[in-house]
């Protein structure tokens, strides 16, 4: 029960929640403190109070207070002593405060891993380790995984259950390497250790693969979650089935579609009930049965067309969600589901073996070193704090101690916590939670860290459990905002309230989250404003800039519209209070930032800031190994270990410190064919570099002593000071920084040397580790991204991830990308990981390679969807509450009027209404829940506001209208130009030299790199003209003027039919489809998933499609061992006048077939002339057309895979038939 609180001072700022939160006793208690709500003041003063408080003060390092980064500890520690000093000020007497200013350096104010590290020090002899162990660094932990996971492999190859494990590394793994089950078996250790019993959670993995003979479908407990997603399906088709309805009661409404929709929503109404009260084998016999009817045919004329069709289409979608379900669910009948799920137990039992032996020697060997890593602080402190009495886990005497010591507990963020810390933590407090000392805050809406294995359930059972009763704690909602403008909090509340819940979201925006400004703010008008680019033309616009639209991307485009706004803001004059100086002060740069989701696009709007003298900083964590610098300088350390790597030693040989040319490079190699370049090179300079310059020669032979001096410090020096040296002697340091962008490229090259740093403080040692350390990390994409190389005050826009904008506030915020889709990657890996409900794999059939989703896959992926839009929804809570003075939401999109009729339609509910679960839970991006919100407001509809008190802008722009900006832009500078005088001499002089026929034009006209197709139409040439291999048409000789926009026709040409036949080539399941249903619901996927347009599929044939897995080809495409699609390569020819020109094409398909022989695989769509109808005509121009590109192929790929092809085969899917070149 909390204790009495007292009375608030007149003069006091603090609101009646905050004051509450600050001095309430009694019981534990949750403040749920939303964005911008003065949490961090809050936290800071309750622990003041407790200290300084006159009726019983404590000591402050009696209290325990936990944050999740140093640098919020610092902060708070830094708080609390500036605090003290003051009271110290006030009462320079008193022993109390003096000491607990002595006392402050000693206070429990940091991370839970801290904390855990001081338990594990004080008490390591109660666990039989090393007290002098120390911290694995990142790097050194990695390097130890590798190992020990190669090893664990290894031995299990060889071991008792060694078929097993083959069968079960076959089943993730390619033919190459292990990679892809060392990944798998880390990743199964990792999301065990933030169970409080790692081993126990891991050996459940296979029972829930035990399923009873007499079991039913029902009894599998994440049923819950399938059926709750065929109840979105089938919600979504009756709301659509009854927009059919309204459009039918319309005048002149489509009235026999009204028909259909009632006899629709009966049997939809049906299929409701079923899934929601009956069994699933009563659901299955349903829907193996039950069809739509076909619609009622409306008689031509006897109603509007455009109402007609606009029913017709929604009728196709009903009828698309109602069979859904039946596709992915109820294929198979229940006792088939079962005994999948049965069948599956071996291998999920094997890989959990797998994982405890990763588990245990990967222990003993950190041991052996005497090293920790933070997980293991974690498990160390829990078997500290506990005891075994009868198999129960309670508190141990230390435990009791620290309960008797700590008189609170303080936790910031706590919405992420993960279920160990959770449990440490309750080892730690006193009581329940009616009586209980821990104080909790943080913002179950901003809970964006499940990817590192958060737990925001945690959070939310407490919000949910916690009120005012006495057998409960004590929730505190914090929800008045210090930071944003009334308009920026206002549109945050319109939207959330609309799409947060418990099904989307996980918590309800009711009026205890909504937020409440509380920040003084001036009368401007400054709407959110909702900036929708669109990129397809409409009938009556001019395609005048169609070239220019279809070369912008959607990154660039709505880099163009920030840069225009940020112009015209700079421009206008506005102000700001500068958060250093508290003055208002002219906008400037540091002001705008832009959030974004990923920061895929930042080279793009890097580029885009650039080109437009606006100051750009991304703070990347991609590309540090892509950067020219890094990959010159990891070459040089790839030659001082090993100096027989061509590739690395050329590279050396061509960086700015040697400087060799290519004629350099080709002079020493043809000295020395068949050596190694380093060989060769001492060789050449042994001959006294013949065909070199003296000053090159000089300079290659101090570069070879100087390689021998770095190869001697190398093997007796530090790595560290083996980089810098190199830096030193070859002044690349001071080089880099003169190009452009040096000091980004100098913090990178800082980076490395502070990496080598690093690995040397590990127990691992030398050049060739560090390299191989690095090199995994590349090939894993765990990239280090590029250095900070700028202070938080300098003037320039930002660009970072939501994520790393949480806690910070901007004045201007961008959140753009909005039309992105979400990222679903992690649901097409074969596996999915989920602390409930363990580990769900797909069905592999290992006889014939041949996987396909599970029931618990399915489930899983059902459960994990639904929680990454939970917090895809929080992530774009953060976005929108960074913002003080104004807010822009940004996003791209195809098809406008296509977009605003959806969210209309989508919008129908009244307003105040929650927008249906259906419809938020099959968003996939964050327009789909921000326009169907926006459409309901007034100002969507260019109506007053009422009495909404939200302000919003909607700009819609088609991406010329930027162009268009920027062109008038240069057509205005053009007329400030001054005129210049014309010099007769001088362009006559010009005339002259650009007629004058130049030397070296058939040169000119070799393409340095060319295509296959260009290659063959070439050599086809070659009987009717001088043979030119390399020699192609320049644009300005060959190029024909193409059609105008409005006079090209609509439908494909053939190249683009069979294009479109190449897209469903390379993404068509392995196992083939082999219905023509099958075939148009996978078309229209392709369709949604943006691979095909409309008009694109319409061309896709579904019986050509099922004819190919019917034939001899097909039937060894779905049996081969390997399967590679859509290959690009590039290949070095030389032609008979020996210039050497690259070509560069795509495979469309390599396959390793059954008996193992490789097959070249090629799909052609030409069209069948006359002598193509026999098969010997079809054969004989086939080769005509295709030999030469083929015969290129196998070249290729012959070349770079080492591999044998032993047939090269067309496929004609017009002629369906197979030809053997």
């Not at 000020?89 to 001081?118: E, G, M, V, W």
């Not at 709407?527 to 639209?549: F, H, R, V």
């Not at 061309?1099 to 690009?1128: C, W, Y």
Request: glycine residues 4%; contains cysteine; hydrophobic residues 40%.
């Amino acid at each position: 029960m909390t204790s009495a609180i007292p009375k608030k001072p007149d003069d006091a700022t603090w609101t009646d929640e905050q004051w509450k939160a600050i001095w309430a006793t009694g019981q534990d208690i949750l403040v749920s403190a939303a964005a911008g709500s003065g949490k961090t003041a809050v936290l800071i003063n309750r622990m003041i109070e407790k200290v300084i408080s006159s009726d019983h003060p404590i000591d402050v390092d009696q209290l325990l207070v936990v944050t999740f980064t140093n640098a919020s500890a610092a902060e708070m520690r830094h708080r609390m002593a500036d605090a003290l000093e003051k009271e110290i000020k006030k009462d320079p007497s008193s022993k109390h405060l003096h000491r607990q200013l002595s006392l402050i350096n000693k206070a429990q104010i940091s991370t839970l891993h801290s904390f855990c590290l001081n338990i594990v020090r004080q008490y390591a002899y109660l666990l039989n380790i090393d007290p002098g162990f120390r911290i694995a660094d990142e790097t050194e932990a990695a390097l130890l995984k590798d190992d020990i996971l190669a090893q664990v492999l290894e031995a299990a190859y060889d071991g008792e259950y060694a078929e097993r494990v083959y069968r079960l590394v076959d089943s993730f793994t390619s033919d190459r390497d292990d990679q892809a089950i060392e990944v798998l078996i880390s990743k199964l250790y990792e999301m065990s250790r933030v169970n409080p019993e790692p081993s126990k959670w891991l050996l459940a993995l296979p029972e829930q693969y035990a399923i009873a003979d007499d079991a039913v479908v029902d009894d599998l407990p994440f049923i819950p979650y399938v059926k709750k997603a065929i109840l979105h399906d089938i919600d979504g088709a009756i709301h659509i089935a009854q927009e059919i309805r309204q459009l039918a009661l319309l005048p002149d409404g489509p009235y026999a579609y009204g028909e259909t929709a009632e006899k629709d929503l009966v049997l939809l109404q049906e299929a409701r009930a079923l899934v929601s009260e009956r069994s699933w084998r009563e659901a299955h016999t349903f829907f193996q049965k039950a069809k739509l009817d076909r619609a009622k045919a409306q008689k031509k004329g006897s109603c509007d067309e455009e109402l007609l069709e606009m029913a017709k289409a929604k009728r196709k979608q009903v009828k698309e969600m109602f069979e859904k379900p039946v596709e992915k669910y109820f294929q198979r009948s229940p006792e088939r589901l079962l005994d999948e799920i049965r069948f599956m137990k071996p291998m999920i039992a094997t890989l959990v073996e797998l994982a405890l032996q990763f588990s245990e020697m990967y222990g003993a060997a950190k041991s052996s070193k005497g090293l920790v890593d933070f997980s293991d602080l974690e498990h160390y402190a829990l078997a500290i704090l506990t005891e075994d009495v009868d198999g129960e886990m309670v508190p141990s005497s230390v435990a009791l101690d620290y309960r008797a010591h700590f008189k609170e507990v303080l936790i910031d963020e706590y919405q992420d916590v993960n279920f160990l810390q959770e449990t440490i933590l309750q080892l730690i407090k006193t009581g329940e939670a009616s009586n209980g000392n821990m104080f909790m805050v943080g913002d179950v809406k901003q809970a964006i860290y499940r990817f590192r294995l958060a737990e925001p359930t945690l959070f939310l059972h407490k919000y949910l459990a916690f009120n005012e009763g006495e057998n409960s704690g004590l929730r505190i909602d914090l929800n008045a905002n210090f930071r944003s403008r009334p308009q920026v909090l206002q549109g945050t509340n319109y939207v959330f309230k609309q799409i947060m819940g418990e099904e989307v979201g996980e918590v309800v925006y009711d009026e205890a989250a909504a937020l409440k400004p509380q920040a003084p703010y001036d009368e401007k008008e400054m709407p959110i404003e909702l900036a929708i680019l669109y990129t397809e033309e409409n009938e009556d616009e001019s395609g005048s800039q169609a070239s220019e639209e279809e070369e912008l991307k959607k990154s660039q485009q709505e880099a163009r519209f920030m840069i225009k706004e940020i112009r015209r803001m700079m421009d206008s004059g506005m102000t700001v209070m500068d958060p250093w100086t508290k003055k208002e002060r002219p906008i400037e740069y540091r002001d705008f930032v832009i959030l974004m989701r990923s920061m895929t696009w930042s080279a793009d709007l890097v580029d885009e800031f650039k080109a437009a003298e606006i100051p750009l900083y991304a703070e990347i964590s991609k590309g540090y190994f892509e950067a020219l610098e890094v990959m010159i300088m990891l070459n040089t350390l790839k030659t001082i270990d090993n100096p027989y790597q061509d590739i690395p030693f050329v590279s050396v040989l061509r960086a700015p410190f040697v400087g060799l040319t290519e004629n350099e490079l080709a002079k020493i190699r043809l000295a020395q064919p068949k050596a190694s370049f380093y060989e060769a090179l001492k060789q050449f300079v042994r001959s006294e570099g013949a065909g070199l310059n003296a000053t090159t020669a000089s300079k290659l032979q101090r570069f070879l002593l100087q390689l021998e001096d770095w190869r001697d410090l190398a093997r007796r020096g530090s790595l560290a000071d083996l980089i810098w040296r190199v830096y030193m002697d070859t002044n690349y340091y001071e080089m880099v920084g003169a190009m452009s962008n040096g000091k980004q490229r100098q913090a990178n090259l800082r980076a490395l040397h502070d990496r080598a740093i690093a690995y040397e403080k590990t127990s691992f040692r030398g050049l060739f580790r560090f390299l191989r350390f690095v090199e995994r990390m590349r090939l894993r994409g765990n990239d280090l991204g590029t250095a900070k190389a700028i202070s938080e005050k300098e003037n320039v826009v930002r660009l970072m991830t939501i994520h790393s904008s949480k806690g910070l506030e901007f004045p201007f915020v961008f959140v753009a990308g909005l039309g992105r889709e979400f990222n679903k990657m992690d649901f097409h890996l074969p596996y999915l990981f989920d602390q409930e409900f363990g580990l769900a794999v797909k069905m592999i059939d290992p006889e014939k390679r041949i996987q396909y989703t599970s029931l618990p896959f399915l489930a899983m992926v059902e459960k994990k969807t639904l929680e990454m839009k939970s917090e895809e929804m929080r992530i774009l809570y953060v976005a929108m509450t960074r913002a003080k003075e104004k807010l822009f939401l940004l996003g791209t999109i195809k098809d406008w009027e296509k977009a605003k009729k959806q969210w209309t339609d989508s919008a129908q509910l009244p307003d105040g209404e929650m927008l249906p679960d259906y419809l938020r839970a099959k968003a996939k991006s964050y327009l789909d829940w921000i326009g169907p919100a926006f459409a309901r407001h007034p100002h969507f509809k260019g109506e007053e506001v009422g009495t909404e008190q939200s302000q919003w802008k909607l700009n819609v722009l088609h991406v010329n209208d930027l162009y268009e900006t920027e062109v008038e832009k240069v057509e205005e500078e053009k007329e400030s130009l001054p005129e210049a005088e014309v010099n007769p001499a001088m362009v006559a002089e010009i005339e002259r030299r650009f007629d004058e026929p130049y030397a070296y034009e058939r040169a000119i006209a070799k393409r340095s790199k060319t295509s296959v197709s260009e290659l063959k139409r070439l050599q086809q040439l070659q009987s009717q003209e001088e043979p030119e291999l390399f020699t192609s048409s320049t644009p300005n000789q060959q190029r024909v003027a193409q059609r105008p926009a409005f006079l090209q026709q609509q439908s494909l040409t053939a190249a683009e039919t069979g294009t479109a036949i190449h897209t469903v080539m390379q993404h068509i399941p392995k196992e083939g489809l082999h219905s023509e249903e099958t075939v148009r619901r996978f078309v229209d996927s392709l369709v949604e998933r943006q691979l095909l347009t409309e008009e694109e599929a319409k061309a896709v044939k579904p019986n050509k499609i099922i004819d190919f897995f019917k034939s001899e080809t097909g039937i060894r495409f779905m049996n081969a061992q390997e399967l590679h699609r859509e290959m690009p390569f590039t290949l070095s020819l030389a032609d008979n006048e020996g210039d050497t020109q690259v070509v560069q094409g795509v495979i469309d398909c390599l396959l390793k077939d059954a008996t193992g022989k490789w097959i070249l695989l090629d799909y052609k769509t030409d069209r069948l002339l006359p002598h193509m109808q026999t098969i010997e005509g079809l054969r004989t121009e086939m080769v005509k057309r295709y030999e030469v590109q083929l015969s290129l192929y196998k070249k290729a790929i012959e070349e770079i895979l080492k591999i044998e092809i032993a047939e090269k085969v067309i496929y004609a899917f017009n002629a369906n038939h197979s030809i053997q070149l």
